[in-house]
């Protein structure tokens, strides 16, 4: 985490303190509002921190346990989520084009209204988060695509 500034490392270092010490250390990371592009947050524990709103744009957040995050309304353009534990964060109304969930862990994920334009995601993940199903014989579009 050698390029980030100070102050967002001193929020991290006292978040990763709170979840080694089950909260009774440290402090949870509140990242309202912040800078953070192009950090290196490589295998950061950041797991229910609160980073809305803030701006990512073009982080490496590969190996990053964000597990409950909330990451609403952020800006998280061409972010490397590879292999990073996302289960269950919050990333409603994130912009999130050309990020990279490679091997990314997504169960319970929330991205309503996300914007994932360009973004590399496996489509059975991406068909699975948006809790869509295939058509049957009975539906419409059955019925309009059957010759």
């Known amino acids: 985490m050698a390029d980030m500034t100070t102050p967002v ?3 991290i ?3 990763e ?20 592009r192009d950090l290196d947050l490589r ?6 921190a609160n980073i809305r709103e803030c701006d990512l744009t073009g982080s ?3 190996g990053a346990d964000l597990r409950g995050s909330s990451l609403v309304s952020s800006v998280m353009v061409g972010v490397n989520f590879t292999n990073a534990l996302l289960d269950f964060t919050d990333m409603t ?4 084009r050309g990020a990279n969930f490679t091997g990314a862990s997504l169960n319970g994920v929330d991205m309503w209204r996300a914007n994932l334009k360009g973004a590399i995601i496996d489509p059975i993940v991406l068909h699975t988060l948006l809790d869509c199903r295939e058509p ?6 059955f019925a309009l695509t059957k010759y």
């Open 9 to 11: 490392a001193d929020l």
């Open 13 to 15: 270092e006292a978040h």
């Open 17 to 36: 303190a709170w979840l080694r010490g089950g909260g009774d250390t440290g402090k949870r990371g509140d990242m309202l509002r912040l800078n953070m």
């Open 43 to 48: 295998g950061a524990s950041l797991a229910n």
């Open 60 to 62: 490496d957040l590969s």
């Open 93 to 96: 109304d994130t912009d999130l």
């Open 136 to 141: 049957d014989e009975t539906s419409a579009y």
